[in-house]
């Protein structure tokens, strides 16, 4: 029997193409399979990255006798996460009902009609820590088909129902006002850890999305508390250890509540939304710190993630050979003192291992440290410290990398054109810039059709099958949002808006809500809909905030009223569970501060004044301000319309709530226009 995934585009999918398990993509073709053959299906689902998805192809999914085994009593079809978002939803909805808990690998055997009837995550090859293995499963569900078909039926079309009729909390369409705001403020204060930066215990995970929230909320209240939580948080996890402290960029999460020893995965989306955040900080407080991490991170997705075709790769495994030819979580960036002199010599040596914190014992496994800065680091040469940095980063470079997905997911793209567009601007890095524009032009050539319908990835400048989602049309517009904004080019608006036209024509209700799919998608047993933050910003508020922001660009009123009905679910949920809803309450802040349009005119583009007013505007830390900047008498974008200079000079026009102050020459009077 044939395994099916040799030509597939997904590289997780790819990683199983050798397997003698007689894979299929999921497809309509798999589940005719199955009833043609009266057999269950089995759906592996999980993504290139995923340690634990690594673990059970090796121990089960490339031995023979289990393949041998699933060869003929099942047909098994395995999903990359990232590239179906729609189908891991669904059935992680499943999973997460039935056993209380989710994760990947995630392990479900279907009907041919694909109907649930049995849940897990990863199965050992052998029973331990009281799960069965994988091969009592097999034969546990096998037998229960064979013998027991009605039950399965039964239950099957149980959870099928369940399912069906599941409805979320809407919770109306009145945006949130100061109450909720406040009230979710409060909600954050109680579940942030002093001591240590961050929200809850262990794994800790970083919370971009709230600090987006802390920040605009500071920003737009002066409440100091907010923004010390954002501010000490921010340190932590830069000194941690799930921030590579030699190269830049962030590890998934902490395996800790210290942020010392990371889940050594680094996804292209939470580097895009950190490198955002520091951005933001340093913008909100000019904290070097800040302003550091942010650069690093942004050159991080630049040098380890950019694609040939000018796009961003998802991610770069976790595990790697440790130079025996095992490959082992962490290799690559974990160091013994031994190494450190050994690379540095008998005086830097052991100057670098009291610098990042690098002991005989060990942080990590095996004697072995992840390198991180102490709290109580001391005064070094920085010179030193920058050849010992500059050393060691070339020793690691010969050290076998980790492997790397080279999957281009629109959504994630979106997130990083918005990051290093912002970051290019702030921080005077045109080639920051001209990356963001690269992957923008990608998106537009390979990901849309003629119709602006967007497909969800690409791979080797080949566009892949499977259709975008909310969260693809959403951050994608708010990256070109983003462009838009900083290079006062029209087109990134007018490309905003034709994804925005799609959100608005195929992912909205009659009330206001969102659904994660296309009213035009595959049918699956229930249209996934879930308005809570993840990983990312939720399709649902990444929507409200792209629809918003457009809006205020253009004086569109249905993308207006769009956003406004959308927020509606973050009055809702914001004071009960802020911590997974806080892209949403981001852009509520924005919401309720207008948000602030701001029309920078002048004689040219080169215009020195005119640059610097639209630098001053950029700057502006009013929440979810947009800028225009062009020609006087351009009609480039919509807010330069009859914005003419002022006495021959430069102007700047702030308009809020339809109300506009005097136009101002000054980037000083700017400034204050655009603060609290």
């Not at 998802?314 to 190494?339: F, K, M, N």
């Not at 608005?504 to 296309?518: E, K, P, R």
């Not at 583009?605 to 005119?610: E, F, H, K, P």
């Amino acid at each position: 029997m044939p395994n099916r995934l040799a030509h597939e585009t997904s590289p997780y999918l790819l990683q199983h193409a050798d397997n003698p398990v007689a894979w299929w993509p999921w497809s309509a073709e798999a589940f005719e399979e199955a009833r043609k053959t009266n057999r269950p299906v089995l759906l592996s689902v999980g993504y290139s990255s995923c340690h634990w998805c690594h673990v059970m192809a090796h121990e089960s999914f490339e031995d023979q006798p289990t393949a041998d085994y699933l060869n003929e009593h099942f047909v098994s079809v395995k999903v990359d996460r990232e590239e179906r978002p729609d189908v891991d939803a669904v059935y992680m909805e499943a999973v997460q009902a039935a056993t209380g808990q989710g994760g990947w690998p995630m392990t479900v055997f279907l009907t041919p009609d694909a109907e649930p009837f049995y849940f897990g995550t990863y199965f050992p090859p052998a029973p331990r820590h009281g799960m069965p293995s994988f091969r009592q499963v097999l034969e546990g569900v096998r037998s229960a088909w064979t013998d027991r078909r009605d039950e399965v039926a039964e239950v099957a079309g149980k959870i099928t129902r369940d399912l069906s009729q599941r409805e979320i909390d809407y919770g109306g369409t009145e945006a949130p006002g100061e109450e909720e705001l406040s009230a979710a403020l409060l909600g954050l204060t109680r579940e942030y850890d002093p001591q240590r930066g961050g929200f809850g215990g262990a794994p800790k995970f970083p919370p971009s999305m709230a600090l987006e929230f802390l920040l605009r909320h500071h920003a737009r209240t002066g409440a100091e508390g907010a923004l010390e939580m954002a501010r000490d948080t921010c340190e932590r996890m830069a000194r941690g250890g799930i921030y590579d402290q030699l190269a830049g960029g962030f590890a998934r999460y902490s395996v800790d509540r210290e942020w010392t020893v990371p889940h050594f995965e680094k996804m292209l989306y939470d580097n895009a939304l950190l490198c955002r955040v520091y951005a933001h900080l340093w913008r909100s407080t000019g904290s070097d710190l800040a302003r550091r991490v942010a650069i690093e991170t942004a050159d991080f997705m630049v040098r380890e993630l950019r694609t040939p075709e000018g796009g961003f790769a998802s991610a770069l495994d976790a595990d790697s050979d440790d130079g025996t030819g095992r490959h082992v979580e962490g290799a690559y960036y974990v160091w013994t003192p031994a190494q450190l002199t050994e690379v540095l010599g008998e005086q830097d040596g052991p100057l670098a291992a009291q610098y990042f914190g690098v002991t005989a014992d060990g942080t990590f496994e095996e004697g072995q440290s992840v390198l991180q800065l102490p709290q109580d680091e001391g005064v070094f040469d920085a010179e030193r410290i920058a050849s010992v940095k500059s050393r060691l980063l070339e020793a690691r470079s010969r050290r076998p990398a980790p492997g790397r997905d080279d999957k281009v997911v629109a959504a994630w793209n979106g997130l990083a054109i918005a990051a290093l567009a912002e970051t290019g601007a702030y921080f005077d890095r045109p080639d920051l810039v001209e990356a963001a524009v690269s992957a923008a032009d990608l998106l537009v050539r390979l990901h849309l059709d003629e119709h602006a319908k967007l497909a969800r990835t690409s791979k080797d400048g080949q566009v892949g099958a499977n259709a975008g989602v909310l969260e693809d049309y959403a951050d994608v517009a708010e990256g070109f949002l983003a462009l838009a904004s900083v290079t006062g080019e029209g087109v990134w608006l007018e490309f905003a808006g034709f994804l925005l036209d799609h959100v608005l024509a195929g992912f909205v209700d009659g009330s206001g809500a969102l659904y994660d799919t296309a009213a035009d998608a595959e049918r699956l047993i229930r249209r996934p809909q879930d308005p809570t933050d993840n990983a990312t910003p939720s399709g649902w508020t990444a929507a409200a905030g792209a629809l918003l922001g457009y809006a205020a660009q253009t004086g569109a009123e249905p993308h207006r009223s769009a956003a406004e009905r959308a927020l509606g679910v973050v009055k809702a949920l914001g004071p009960r569970v802020p911590r997974f809803i806080g892209w949403g309450l981001a852009v509520a802040e924005a919401y309720l501060d207008g948000p602030r349009e701001v029309a920078v005119v002048g004689p040219s583009l080169d215009d020195a004044a005119a640059r610097a007013l639209h630098r001053t505007a950029l700057l502006g830390t009013a929440p979810g301000a947009v800028v225009a900047f062009g020609v006087a008498g351009s009609d480039e974008l919509p807010l330069l319309a009859d914005r003419p200079l002022v006495d021959g000079e430069p102007a700047a026009y702030v308009c809020r709530n339809f109300t506009c102050d005097a136009p101002t020459t000054d980037p000083e009077r700017l400034r204050a226009a655009l603060s609290r």
